[in-house]
């Protein structure tokens, strides 16, 4: 069974940063797209940042110039370095591997992770 493992949420105040893992396995992590999604109470789940397997990062509009995606192959983790945090980032983050279907910001999620709470608030 695939296994996505997310860590690094927690609460955080307004302007403050935070970082958000997500460790799989080398199988899985070398031939995949990897996506950070959230969903927030009452809300759709959205996709905020895409990482290739080559390395090119895309965001959605409302985190493009705060929020950060980068993946370290040699330790099979996605990384999303949030920064100038804002009530409305206030989510359940998802980690996801699988295959970027653009020029949209979209994606084809073949695997997911658990999901890690990140609140905003002061």
């Known amino acids: 069974q695939v296994q996505l493992v997310e860590s690094g949420g927690g609460l955080v105040q307004p302007g403050g940063s935070l970082q958000l893992a997500c460790a799989t396995s080398?199988?899985?992590?070398?031939?995949?797209?990897m996506g950070w999604y959230r969903q927030a109470p009452g809300r759709e789940r959205e996709l905020v940042a895409i990482i290739t397997a080559g390395g090119l990062a895309m965001y959605a509009d409302s985190v493009k110039g705060r929020f950060a995606i980068s993946r370290d192959n040699a330790k099979n983790t996605v990384y999303l370095q949030m920064m100038s945090l804002k009530s409305e980032d206030t989510a359940v983050y998802y980690c996801?591997?699988?295959?970027?279907?653009?020029?949209?910001?979209?994606?084809?999620?073949?695997?997911w992770g658990q999901g890690t709470q990140v609140t905003v608030s002061s």
């Open positions: 080398r199988n899985i992590f070398r031939i995949n797209d």
């Open positions: 996801s591997a699988g295959a970027y279907r653009g020029p949209q910001l979209i994606m084809r999620s073949d695997y």
